[in-house]
């Protein structure tokens, strides 16, 4: 079992940069790979980034590639999701989610069996 909070969702204007968090009780965050995922009001949900469990591999959204960076600080049983270069496009309620599957492949959300409950991204034109 893993629970996530998400943080560090706020609004910011075009161009600028938040970084999310992503806390997880227990401890068992290293044995599970992460990922964000996000959703704009009206739309599917969209893929965003992965990390394997190790953090070895990672995986962007086509949308994202370049401009945001996942990462993991195990000890800390933390990931994080670096934004830079924002666009309007890009403000959603951004979702951390969690895997059993190691991610050193390329994962689908169904693959990911915990999520939390969001934080909302806003950038203004």
């Known amino acids: 079992q893993v629970q996530l909070v998400e943080s560090g969702g706020g609004w910011v204007q075009t161009g600028g940069a938040l970084r999310l968090s992503c806390a997880a009780s227990g401890r068992t965050f290293s044995t599970h790979s992460m990922g964000w995922f996000r959703q704009a009001p009206g739309k599917e949900r969209e893929f965003v980034a992965q990390i394997s469990r190790n953090g070895v591999f990672t995986y962007y959204g086509d949308s994202v590639k370049g401009r945001f960076t996942i990462s993991r600080d195990n000890a800390a049983s933390t990931g994080y999701l670096q934004m830079n270069s924002l666009k309007p496009e890009d403000t959603a309620v951004y979702y951390c989610?969690?895997?059993?599957?190691?991610?050193?492949?390329?994962?689908?959300?169904?693959?990911?069996?915990?999520w939390g409950k969001g934080t909302l991204v806003t950038v203004s034109s």
């Open positions: 989610a969690a895997s059993i599957r190691s991610g050193a492949d390329a994962l689908g959300a169904g693959d990911f069996a915990y």
